[in-house]
């Protein structure tokens, strides 16, 4: 049989382990890579976070890390290094294991009465270093008995009416939470599925041994005076609180469908004893925002920072093979300027007359076979010494890309085998626009006979 708690004094405050954002994300998308978001029931086994999990729905799973790790929803900071915690709602563990991973001497007591769930959750404990949990199979209630039990299979399942009748019905056993209450509690957490009115209601000035307390409540409009009442006792109690809103809001303008059977909206209501000295210090995200919007800045980011590498890397490349052309340009001229001054070699000049031939979009190409054994190639590529004016403005870069000088063009020019690929500065068509284009040359071949 369970047994109440028994007295733990308070020692030293407890050193919080560090907040691990990028490792609960990558926890979330295996999950839901893996199960993806519809709730089918279908048991199996996992490891996740260095943890080895049984789990009853998978894609349950993701709520878990988002609403447990990322948003931190369950945490608290207590003033010593064991805390006593009473979980009530404990499903198949994962708060209990995420409490124990933070306070590896906390006392915890799990009550979980769903018969699906409870013997994964014993087992969850033992395959991860938390065999010392008490278990409690039976649900937190306001008398010690039995009741009737809807096995939902998901999050959902809770005790029901007798008048209620529907399938997926058992009868579990319930437990007075009050005699649990009769010492200093640090942690009173309850995500029990509706009874929590009439549970906090039932337990009254037992409240004033718990030092914290937190309780999800499904909230609707059939509940709206039991939960005025639960803010009252917990105020009679002497907590300081907060009510906190997740999942969708139902306001005046947002009237989101709710399924049966889940509440309308969900309520975190927190309440404290005193100050906590930590609660200062940002630990996480926003906790209404969850882990989706986090997903999707990162992956705007990442997506921003590849169009930037790309653009970085292109505008290298294009910077790099400016230098690389301005040089060889400086390179052809340095030479033409020798070859005018000492008189080696033969300097020639030549208009080139039209028609011009198109090639591309802003290309154009006249032959050029007599020239051929000083026009770069394969072998050669950049072994021409021919400089292409446009009236008396010199064009260039030289030796540039068929297909900058067809796509681009902007003066670009290339002695390429028998011909001579052109395009104007302002792209405009070379037959047409009055413009005289002249090349001139050293005429390698006879400077060799020459010699």
Known sequence: ??????????????????????????????????FGYAPVIRPGKIELLDWDLEYVCGPALATFIDQILVRQLNDFIPDNDHPLILDCGANIGFTVLNYKRQFPRARIIAFEPDPQFAPVLRRNLEQNGAGDVQVVEAAAWIRDGQARWLCEGIDGSRIVDAEQETSGIVSVRTVDLAN??????????????????????????????????????????????????????????????????????????????????????????????????????????????????????????????????????????????????????????????????????????????VPFMRAGEHGWVVALPDLRHDADNQQNPTRSTLVLFENDNLLGPAHSLHDDIRKLGGGRYSHWTNALYISTPDNSDPNTNGRKYSIVFVDQKHQKESQ
């Open 1 to 34: 049989m369970d047994t109440p708690p028994h007295s733990i004094a308070s020692e030293t405050t407890t050193q919080i382990l560090p907040f691990n954002l990028d490792q609960f994300i990558a926890a979330y998308r295996q999950v839901t890579a893996q």
């Open 180 to 353: 649990y209450l009769t010492e200093a509690v640090d942690l009173l957490k309850m995500d029990i599925e509706g009874a929590e009115y009439e549970v906090v209601a039932h337990l009254g000035n037992r409240l004033q041994n718990v030092k914290n307390i937190l309780v999800e409540c499904h909230l609707d409009q059939t509940k709206i005076v039991p939960f005025g009442n639960l803010l009252c006792v917990l105020a009679d109690a002497g907590f300081n609180m907060s009510v906190n809103s997740f999942g969708d809001w139902r306001d005046l303008i947002r009237q989101t469908p709710v399924l049966p059977p889940h509440g309308e909206q969900y309520l975190l209501v927190t309440g404290w004893h005193g100050s906590i000295p930590l609660a200062s210090q940002e630990r996480s995200l926003l906790p209404y925002t969850g882990v989706q919007p986090e997903i999707a800045l990162r992956e705007a980011r990442a997506e921003s920072q590849e169009l930037r590498n790309a653009l970085s890397s292109e505008q290298s490349e294009l910077q790099s093979r400016q230098v690389e052309l301005a040089a060889r340009e400086r390179q052809w001229l340095e030479s033409l300027r020798a070859y005018m001054v000492t008189g080696r070699g033969l300097l020639n000049r030549r208009v080139l007359t």
